[in-house]
């Protein structure tokens, strides 16, 4: 409370999701890019979803 007012409670702003992506979700891509590299350069198998097209 702020001079009597109720204020808005915290939420997190496009900074802070862009933030979270460029932090949690990239990486994890990341690795499972070159996750299914590795199998298909060794295997020869394709696992990701390009291999649909």
């Known amino acids: 409370m702020v001079m009597g007012w109720r204020l808005p409670?915290?939420?997190l702003t496009a900074a802070g999701w862009a933030v979270a992506?460029?932090?949690f979700v990239l990486p994890v891509l990341a690795v499972g890019l070159l996750l299914d590299?590795?199998?298909?350069?060794?295997?020869?198998?394709?696992?990701g979803v390009w291999c649909w097209f």
């Open 37 to 47: 590299a590795l199998v298909q350069l060794v295997f020869g198998w394709c696992l």
């Open 9 to 11: 409670g915290e939420r």
């Open 21 to 23: 992506l460029a932090v």
